[in-house]
T-cell receptor, first 114, second 112 residues
Protein backbone atom coordinates (compact mmCIF):
# COMPACT_ATOMS: atom_id res chain seq x y z
CA UNK A 1 0.00 0.00 0.00
CA UNK A 2 1.62 3.27 -1.10
CA UNK A 3 -0.89 5.63 0.52
CA UNK A 4 -0.41 7.93 3.50
CA UNK A 5 0.16 5.96 6.69
CA UNK A 6 -0.20 7.08 10.29
CA UNK A 7 0.90 5.51 13.54
CA UNK A 8 -0.55 4.74 15.99
CA UNK A 9 -4.13 4.42 14.83
CA UNK A 10 -5.46 4.82 18.36
CA UNK A 11 -3.99 6.39 21.48
CA UNK A 12 -5.45 6.65 24.95
CA UNK A 13 -3.60 8.82 27.42
CA UNK A 14 -4.12 10.56 30.72
CA UNK A 15 -4.44 14.29 31.00
CA UNK A 16 -1.06 15.93 31.38
CA UNK A 17 0.88 13.28 29.45
CA UNK A 18 2.77 13.95 26.23
CA UNK A 19 1.90 12.08 23.03
CA UNK A 20 3.59 11.85 19.64
CA UNK A 21 2.07 10.78 16.34
CA UNK A 22 3.84 9.84 13.15
CA UNK A 23 2.82 10.35 9.52
CA UNK A 24 4.48 8.81 6.47
CA UNK A 25 3.36 10.60 3.31
CA UNK A 26 3.11 9.18 -0.17
CA UNK A 27 6.61 8.75 -1.53
CA UNK A 28 7.91 11.87 -3.31
CA UNK A 29 5.07 14.05 -2.02
CA UNK A 30 6.85 17.18 -0.85
CA UNK A 31 3.90 18.77 0.95
CA UNK A 32 2.59 17.35 4.18
CA UNK A 33 -0.40 18.64 6.14
CA UNK A 34 -1.80 18.03 9.63
CA UNK A 35 -5.51 18.42 10.40
CA UNK A 36 -7.63 17.80 13.48
CA UNK A 37 -11.16 16.41 13.28
CA UNK A 38 -13.55 16.35 16.23
CA UNK A 39 -16.71 14.28 16.31
CA UNK A 40 -19.34 15.55 13.91
CA UNK A 41 -17.09 18.21 12.40
CA UNK A 42 -14.99 18.58 9.31
CA UNK A 43 -11.20 18.45 9.50
CA UNK A 44 -9.52 21.68 10.64
CA UNK A 45 -6.14 22.69 9.25
CA UNK A 46 -3.30 22.79 11.77
CA UNK A 47 -0.04 23.16 9.86
CA UNK A 48 1.82 22.16 6.73
CA UNK A 49 5.34 21.49 5.52
CA UNK A 50 6.99 21.84 2.17
CA UNK A 51 9.89 19.43 2.34
CA UNK A 52 11.37 20.03 5.80
CA UNK A 53 10.18 23.65 6.14
CA UNK A 54 7.10 24.38 8.20
CA UNK A 55 5.38 27.11 6.16
CA UNK A 56 2.09 27.76 7.88
CA UNK A 57 0.57 27.28 11.32
CA UNK A 58 -3.08 27.74 12.22
CA UNK A 59 -4.06 29.67 15.32
CA UNK A 60 -5.52 26.34 16.46
CA UNK A 61 -1.97 25.10 16.97
CA UNK A 62 -1.31 26.15 20.55
CA UNK A 63 2.15 26.27 22.13
CA UNK A 64 1.61 22.73 23.42
CA UNK A 65 1.63 21.42 19.86
CA UNK A 66 4.79 21.00 17.83
CA UNK A 67 5.32 19.39 14.45
CA UNK A 68 8.50 18.40 12.69
CA UNK A 69 9.55 16.95 9.38
CA UNK A 70 13.30 16.69 9.85
CA UNK A 71 14.36 15.10 6.58
CA UNK A 72 11.45 16.10 4.42
CA UNK A 73 9.97 12.63 4.55
CA UNK A 74 7.94 11.49 7.59
CA UNK A 75 6.52 13.96 10.08
CA UNK A 76 5.74 13.88 13.78
CA UNK A 77 3.13 15.81 15.73
CA UNK A 78 3.69 16.10 19.46
CA UNK A 79 1.17 17.32 22.00
CA UNK A 80 2.58 18.23 25.39
CA UNK A 81 0.57 18.28 28.63
CA UNK A 82 -2.51 16.87 26.93
CA UNK A 83 -5.94 18.19 27.87
CA UNK A 84 -9.35 16.54 27.46
CA UNK A 85 -10.12 19.05 24.72
CA UNK A 86 -7.30 17.55 22.65
CA UNK A 87 -9.36 14.39 22.14
CA UNK A 88 -9.89 14.17 18.39
CA UNK A 89 -8.84 12.41 15.21
CA UNK A 90 -5.50 13.74 13.94
CA UNK A 91 -5.26 13.45 10.18
CA UNK A 92 -2.23 13.73 7.96
CA UNK A 93 -2.38 14.47 4.24
CA UNK A 94 0.22 14.84 1.52
CA UNK A 95 0.43 16.34 -1.94
CA UNK A 96 2.84 17.33 -4.66
CA UNK A 97 3.71 21.03 -4.91
CA UNK A 98 2.67 21.16 -8.56
CA UNK A 99 -0.78 19.75 -7.70
CA UNK A 100 -0.96 21.02 -4.17
CA UNK A 101 -4.73 21.10 -3.97
CA UNK A 102 -5.00 17.33 -4.45
CA UNK A 103 -4.41 16.19 -0.91
CA UNK A 104 -4.42 12.50 -0.03
CA UNK A 105 -5.38 11.74 3.55
CA UNK A 106 -4.18 9.00 5.84
CA UNK A 107 -6.47 6.95 8.11
CA UNK A 108 -5.83 9.21 11.09
CA UNK A 109 -4.80 8.74 14.71
CA UNK A 110 -7.69 8.80 17.16
CA UNK A 111 -6.62 10.36 20.48
CA UNK A 112 -8.61 10.02 23.68
CA UNK A 113 -7.45 12.01 26.69
CA UNK A 114 -8.89 10.78 29.98
CA UNK B 1 -16.44 32.48 11.61
CA UNK B 2 -17.36 29.45 9.55
CA UNK B 3 -16.05 30.08 6.05
CA UNK B 4 -17.78 27.14 4.37
CA UNK B 5 -21.37 26.35 5.32
CA UNK B 6 -22.70 22.91 4.39
CA UNK B 7 -26.25 21.61 4.35
CA UNK B 8 -28.10 19.45 5.11
CA UNK B 9 -26.47 17.93 8.18
CA UNK B 10 -28.00 14.54 7.35
CA UNK B 11 -29.83 13.08 4.39
CA UNK B 12 -31.71 9.85 3.70
CA UNK B 13 -32.39 8.86 0.08
CA UNK B 14 -33.78 5.74 -1.51
CA UNK B 15 -31.52 3.68 -3.75
CA UNK B 16 -31.44 5.17 -7.25
CA UNK B 17 -32.36 8.65 -6.00
CA UNK B 18 -30.20 11.75 -6.43
CA UNK B 19 -28.94 13.17 -3.13
CA UNK B 20 -27.92 16.83 -3.34
CA UNK B 21 -25.57 18.43 -0.83
CA UNK B 22 -25.06 22.17 -0.81
CA UNK B 23 -22.22 24.43 0.30
CA UNK B 24 -21.82 28.19 0.50
CA UNK B 25 -18.62 30.12 1.01
CA UNK B 26 -17.70 33.67 1.96
CA UNK B 27 -14.06 34.09 1.04
CA UNK B 28 -13.84 35.18 -2.60
CA UNK B 29 -10.15 34.27 -2.62
CA UNK B 30 -11.07 30.57 -2.63
CA UNK B 31 -10.21 29.11 -6.03
CA UNK B 32 -10.44 25.36 -5.54
CA UNK B 33 -13.49 23.46 -4.30
CA UNK B 34 -13.20 19.71 -3.65
CA UNK B 35 -15.62 17.19 -2.22
CA UNK B 36 -14.42 14.43 0.07
CA UNK B 37 -16.07 11.16 1.12
CA UNK B 38 -15.35 9.68 4.52
CA UNK B 39 -16.31 6.26 5.86
CA UNK B 40 -16.26 5.54 9.61
CA UNK B 41 -12.74 5.05 10.92
CA UNK B 42 -11.14 6.17 7.64
CA UNK B 43 -9.55 9.35 6.41
CA UNK B 44 -11.36 11.55 3.85
CA UNK B 45 -10.98 10.49 0.22
CA UNK B 46 -11.11 12.99 -2.65
CA UNK B 47 -14.15 12.45 -4.89
CA UNK B 48 -14.23 15.36 -7.31
CA UNK B 49 -13.12 18.98 -7.43
CA UNK B 50 -13.87 22.13 -9.38
CA UNK B 51 -12.41 25.57 -10.03
CA UNK B 52 -14.57 28.72 -10.29
CA UNK B 53 -14.06 29.15 -14.03
CA UNK B 54 -16.26 26.09 -14.65
CA UNK B 55 -19.98 25.86 -13.80
CA UNK B 56 -20.28 22.08 -13.80
CA UNK B 57 -18.03 19.03 -13.64
CA UNK B 58 -18.95 15.35 -13.90
CA UNK B 59 -16.92 12.34 -12.91
CA UNK B 60 -18.76 9.07 -13.09
CA UNK B 61 -21.92 9.33 -10.96
CA UNK B 62 -20.71 12.49 -9.17
CA UNK B 63 -21.45 16.01 -10.43
CA UNK B 64 -20.44 19.36 -8.98
CA UNK B 65 -22.51 22.42 -9.86
CA UNK B 66 -20.84 25.77 -9.19
CA UNK B 67 -22.45 29.23 -8.99
CA UNK B 68 -19.71 31.83 -8.63
CA UNK B 69 -22.04 34.84 -8.29
CA UNK B 70 -23.99 33.18 -5.50
CA UNK B 71 -20.82 31.75 -3.93
CA UNK B 72 -22.42 28.33 -3.77
CA UNK B 73 -21.59 24.85 -5.01
CA UNK B 74 -23.29 21.51 -4.71
CA UNK B 75 -22.67 17.79 -5.10
CA UNK B 76 -25.13 15.52 -6.90
CA UNK B 77 -24.84 11.74 -6.76
CA UNK B 78 -26.60 10.01 -9.66
CA UNK B 79 -28.11 6.54 -9.31
CA UNK B 80 -27.17 6.43 -5.63
CA UNK B 81 -26.29 3.06 -4.10
CA UNK B 82 -26.18 1.80 -0.48
CA UNK B 83 -22.38 1.75 -0.78
CA UNK B 84 -22.49 5.55 -1.16
CA UNK B 85 -23.64 5.82 2.46
CA UNK B 86 -20.92 7.91 4.11
CA UNK B 87 -20.17 11.40 5.35
CA UNK B 88 -19.49 13.93 2.63
CA UNK B 89 -17.49 17.10 3.14
CA UNK B 90 -17.19 20.10 0.89
CA UNK B 91 -14.02 22.13 1.17
CA UNK B 92 -12.35 25.18 -0.28
CA UNK B 93 -8.81 26.44 -0.65
CA UNK B 94 -6.94 29.58 -1.53
CA UNK B 95 -4.27 28.70 -4.08
CA UNK B 96 -0.74 28.43 -2.71
CA UNK B 97 -1.73 29.02 0.90
CA UNK B 98 -2.77 27.09 3.97
CA UNK B 99 -4.72 23.89 3.95
CA UNK B 100 -8.29 23.11 3.04
CA UNK B 101 -11.24 24.74 4.82
CA UNK B 102 -13.93 22.11 5.32
CA UNK B 103 -17.67 22.27 5.85
CA UNK B 104 -19.17 20.42 8.80
CA UNK B 105 -20.19 17.42 6.74
CA UNK B 106 -23.37 15.67 5.59
CA UNK B 107 -24.18 12.20 6.85
CA UNK B 108 -25.76 10.44 3.87
CA UNK B 109 -27.73 7.20 4.09
CA UNK B 110 -28.88 5.42 0.94
CA UNK B 111 -31.65 2.99 1.77
CA UNK B 112 -31.88 -0.24 -0.27
Amino acid sequence: DTGVSQDPRHKITKRGQNVTFRCDPISEHNRLYWYRQTLGQGPEFLTYFQNEAQLEKSRLLSDRFSAERPKGSFSTLEIQRTEQGDSAMYLCASSLVLSEETQYFGPGTRLLVL
Amino acid sequence: QQQVKQSPQSLIVQKGGIPIINCAYENTAFDYFPWYQQFPGKGPALLIAIRPDVSEKKEGRFTISFNKSAKQFSLHIMDSQPGDSATYFCAAKVGGADGLTFGKGTHLIIQP
